[in-house]
């Protein structure tokens, strides 16, 4: 059979899944497997024994993925999927032999040498096999970053989970139901790593700690578990319900209630799970230069109420990042998680199943794509799975494992509309082999059995922790080095005084001054406060360019030093603050106050300084925008570049989507007129065939009727003519069916020529990489008429 050839599978938005299988013959046939990206948008689930090559099939799918730039988040919970990171370009035995495993060296009688030189060899056939070689590994490593993350362990990069309960995005907080599910998971897997079993209905421990987080985020504000352990001795809240608090839950059992969560705070163990990166959806996808990322992780080593509490947390982030986005039709991102079981059962309700439904239903509106794999088939809700599109059927342990899939193919198609053949499809799963799937699509005409390509990342099995460790610390340093380098936003030395003199009660001020005092103070702060005096600006901005198109306003809040220097006020030493500011107009009971300089308490002073902070205002803040020339769009206001070419990379693959789709309609009824015609030539040669068959089998007859009656001494004139005219009849019949052969052949190879002239038509549009596109940069500077100063006042803030 011939090999595939890299033109043939290199195609814009499709994924090089495999060739067809012949279920009969029991081996592979020339048809390549060929899966749009776009039909990941309606989820996909996996199911295989092990050994049946599910594993293989989800890692070439993820490669893929990255290949076309698209980023995943991958929930690892045994280690295969870190062998994304095992990729040789070079295919060199020195590359193999830190990875190979000894034990399946000694088992085959081999040094780890040696089998380091078979395993190069095997994969540098393997991929040949399947037109791949080391030019793509190439092309894989440089479309993607891929990483490995260990939360509760330092061997990836860390992630800080316990440090604080971030307040979720507008969007969630704005979705009742959806701010519900979320504090009810995140409390449910909180409660499950102190051992406390949380019913959000029964249990007073869900329900106190649930109020606490719910409030605090309704007005706006995070937690760290230091300040949710403060609370729960002390909440704020004094009903929970209708009930006293008290009533409901004394202090006596929240002081216990306390002490257990305080012992996540004690314990050495969960030390890591207090260092790390922060959760953050974004950076997960992109690394901090704007490429696309797989961030692979990795959660072996924890124990399953920590595994439950961090993929609770993960897809409750990945459904706030969800909300943010802007639709598309597109294959934005990728979450893939290598074993669902227990994360989706059919009847129990642990945390991680309301956010992962959540994702189910939404998420294909904004083109993230959901991939589940399991070889346990028997414990997933497959009601909630009545959305994947896509289906990957591999071997199966059981008859009654074939059975349930068989019922949740049939649940699946019912919700759509549509019957499955079921006889054909027990059939074709009772007959699959190691690395040969059904795919089930709901995208295409009928369901597919083939077999999974040679993947090109070195599936060695899982990696230790000692492994990933020696994979990731280049990587790890490398990061860390690139975010010590770039510019932290609102940078700036905090506003304070020096305190040289303190009272009790803010200074008397003329009537004229506007003051205002922060009251907040930071959770975990204690001890009297002192105040310090600063000058804080609030203005408006507003930038307008026709040519660009922009029309933006901004506001700006800035607190500055006021000092007894000969100039009391510099506005290039100003800070940024949130806007608006959290102030009050009243100064707090019982607190100390720094002395105010003069220039302070003189109110024409203040006049002079808001001219200031407008002329400071429009020479500072020039804005600058980056261009795309080749998509001809603008960066938006406060987008950084990497955050520009992350969405350029984004609107490219929905242009190209677009423009791949026009072409295919353009050539659809061509092809559709050609299939006709071929499907009639197929039918006509199949006639004539038949008849061919029909006439030999006369003319045996005859010649053998003239043959017996010779023989028999009869007259054979007769039957001699018979012969004679069906042999002629037999030829013409040989002729019409070479005829029709020929005009068969011809209609496909003018179909072939027109699926070529399509390809290449696709082939040739525009191909530009917006992480390396050279971007034009625009100066917006605003008007003085553009620049609205609201507020210049004196405002105190707390020190320590």
Not at 184 to 201: K, R, Y
Not at 271 to 295: A, N, Q, T
Not at 614 to 625: D, G, H, P, S
Not at 656 to 676: G, H, N, Q, S, T
Request: glycine share 8%.
């Amino acid at each position: 059979m011939e090999l595939p050839k890299m033109e043939d599978f290199e195609k814009l938005g499709f994924f090089y899944l495999g060739r067809e299988y012949d279920i009969e013959a029991r081996a592979r046939s020339s048809g390549l497997v060929l899966y749009d990206s776009r039909d990941l948008t309606t989820h996909g689930v996996c199911v295989g024994m092990t050994g049946s090559g599910k594993t293989g099939l989800c890692i070439c799918l993820l490669e893929e993925a990255a290949m076309d730039g698209v980023p995943s988040i991958v929930i690892d919970p045994k280690g295969d999927i870190t062998n994304l990171l095992l990729t040789f370009p070079d295919l060199k035995k020195e590359d193999f032999l830190p990875w190979v495993n000894a034990e399946d060296a000694a088992r085959k009688g081999l040094s780890v040498e040696e089998y380091a030189v078979r395993q190069a060899e095997q994969w540098r056939k393997g991929l040949l096999e399947w037109g791949q070689d080391g030019g793509r590994i190439r092309r894989l490593r440089e479309s993607c970053t891929f990483a490995v993350f260990t939360p509760g362990s330092a061997a990836g990069i860390p992630v800080s989970i316990l440090k604080s309960f971030e307040l979720p995005p507008r969007q969630i907080l704005e979705d009742e139901e959806l701010l519900n599910e979320r504090v009810s998971s995140t409390v449910t897997s909180l409660l499950g790593l102190i051992g406390v079993e949380g019913d959000p209905l029964r249990s007073r421990e869900h329900i106190l700690l649930s109020t606490i987080i719910s409030d605090s985020w309704r007005k706006g504000s995070s937690l760290d578990l230091a300040a949710l352990i403060s609370q729960v001795q002390s909440p704020k809240v004094r009903r929970v319900g209708v009930m006293e608090l008290e009533t409901f839950f004394p202090s006596k059992d929240r002081f216990s209630l306390a002490m257990k969560l305080n012992s996540l705070l004690a314990s050495p163990g969960l030390r890591l799970w207090f260092e790390g990166v922060p959760m953050d959806i974004g950076s997960f996808l992109y690394d901090p230069g704007g490429k696309p990322r797989v961030s692979i992780f990795y959660i072996a080593h924890l124990g399953d109420a920590e595994r439950m509490l961090f993929v609770s947390l993960l897809l409750n982030s990945l459904v706030g990042w969800m909300r943010t986005q802007s639709g598309t039709t597109s294959l934005r991102a990728l979450l893939y998680i290598d074993e669902v079981f227990g994360y989706l059962p059919p009847v129990a309700n642990p945390p991680s199943k309301a956010p992962l439904m959540t994702l189910l239903k939404q998420a294909r509106a904004f083109g993230l794509g959901v991939l589940l794999a399991t070889q346990n088939p028997m414990d997933l809700d497959y009601k909630a799975l009545s959305n994947a599109g896509t289906w990957f059927i591999g071997r199966l342990q059981t008859e009654r494992d074939k059975l349930r899939i068989l019922e949740a193919l049939e649940t699946v198609s019912g919700a759509s509309g549509a019957q499955i053949p079921r006889g054909d499809y027990d059939r074709m799963i009772t007959g699959l082999e190691k690395r040969v799937f059904l795919m089930h699509n709901v995208h295409d005409r009928g369901p597919v059995v083939f077999e999974t390509r040679w993947a090109m990342s070195y599936l060695r099995g899982p990696l230790t922790r000692e492994q990933i460790k020696l994979l990731m610390d280049p990587i790890k340093a490398f990061e860390s080095a690139a975010r010590e380098s770039a510019p932290v936003a609102g940078a700036g030395e905090k506003a304070t005084a020096r305190v040289s003199a303190v009272a009790e009660g803010a200074p008397a001020l003329p009537p004229e001054i506007p003051q205002f005092f922060v009251t907040k103070v930071a959770p975990g702060e204690m001890g009297q406060a002192v105040y310090v005096p600063s000058l804080l600006g609030i203005a408006q901005v507003r930038y307008s360019d026709a040519k660009s198109g922009v029309s933006w306003t901004r506001e700006v809040c800035v607190e500055v030093p006021i000092t007894d220097d000969p100039i009391p006020v510099d506005w290039g030493k100003a800070r940024e603050l949130p806007c608006p500011p959290d102030l009050e107009r009243s100064p707090p009971s019982n607190s100390m106050f720094a002395e105010l300089p003069k220039a302070a308490s003189n109110p024409k002073n203040y006049a002079a300084w808001e001219k200031g902070f407008a002329a400071w205002l429009q020479e500072t803040r020039k804005l600058e925008l980056f261009v795309s020339p080749s998509l001809g769009e603008t960066s938006k206001l406060g987008e950084s570049e990497s955050d520009f070419r992350i969405r350029m990379q984004l609107l490219a693959r929905e242009v190209r989507d677009r423009e791949v789709d026009k072409i295919r309609k353009k050539y659809a009824p061509k092809l559709a007129r050609l299939e006709e015609r071929i499907r009639k030539a197929k039918a006509a040669l199949e006639r004539e065939e038949l008849q061919a068959k029909e006439q030999k089998y006369q003319a045996a007859i005859s010649a053998g009727s003239a043959l017996l009656g010779a023989l028999l001494g009869r007259k054979a004139v007769s039957g001699v003519k018979t012969t004679a005219r069906d042999l002629g009849r037999t030829a013409k019949q040989e002729e019409d069916v070479k005829g029709s052969r020929e005009n068969l052949e011809s209609l496909q190879r003018e179909r072939a020529a027109l699926e070529r002239e399509l390809e290449s038509e696709i082939n040739a549009l525009e191909k530009f990489d917006p992480l390396t596109e050279r971007l034009y940069r625009v100066a917006v500077t605003p008007k003085k008429g553009e620049i609205t100063v609201r507020l210049v006042a004196l405002v105190w803030s707390p020190i320590q």
